[in-house]
């Protein structure tokens, strides 16, 4: 679970250095790579709630 959560947390930087760029400087290019990042976060999000839901169970 704990490289899950260093995944999320390297994602989010991401996007979020992307969606600045994207908003200051208005870079296309960040705004596409900040839209993907966006799409791979929701993924890596719903595996941490799966994750996190078994972890409760125990």
Do not use: H, P, W
């Not at 760029?21 to 595996?47: C, F, I, M, P, Y």
């Amino acid at each position: 679970m704990e490289e899950l959560v260093n995944k999320i947390k390297a994602e989010f930087e991401a996007f979020a250095t992307d969606a600045n760029l994207q908003v200051e400087k208005a870079n296309k290019a960040a705004g596409t790579r900040a839209r993907k990042s966006s799409l791979d976060l929701e993924k890596l999000l719903k595996e941490f709630r799966k994750v996190s839901v078994e972890a409760s169970k125990k």
